[in-house]
Nanobody, 121 residues
Framework: QVQLVESGGGLVQPGGSLRLSCAAS????????MRWYRQAPGKQRELVAH???????NYADSVKGRFTISRDNANNMVYLQMNSLKPEDTAVYYC???????????????WGQGTQVTVSS
């Protein structure tokens, strides 16, 4: 029904920037809430950024002021702009979107497959 595909990960030096993209496809009417998570080796999955349906956003303290979540309604895209990257940002990043399907009233959560971000010199 709905597929989420992340892209934009890669290897970047400390202090660098990356923009992650999450493309949603399928019978989509709208997004409700959108989130980016990350999971580093040996650690639990961590909520990094969360955008509510009204457009306000919340961030983990560890990324506040450096990461920005945004959306493109027309193209069913969600982004995570990551600046001033640190080695501790290294992780697999996942998008998670509450999607309202065409003809439906309530959202359903979908996950992408993840994209690797490695911050290293």
């Amino acid at each position: 029904q709905v597929q989420l595909v992340e892209s934009g990960g890669g290897l970047v030096q400390p202090g660098g920037s990356l923009r992650l993209s999450c493309a949603a496809s399928g019978s989509i009417s709208n997004f409700s809430e959108m989130r980016w998570y990350r999971q580093a080796p040996g650690k639990q999955r961590e909520l990094v950024a969360h955008m509510l349906s009204g457009g306000s956003a919340n961030y983990a303290d560890s990324v506040k002021g450096r990461f920005t979540i945004s959306r493109d309604n027309a193209n069913n895209m969600v982004y995570l702009q990551m600046n001033s990257l640190k080695p501790e940002d290294t992780a697999v990043y996942y998008c998670n979107i509450d999607v309202i399907l065409s003809g439906q009233l309530y959202p359903r959560a979908y996950w992408g497959q993840g994209t690797q971000v490695t911050v290293s010199s």
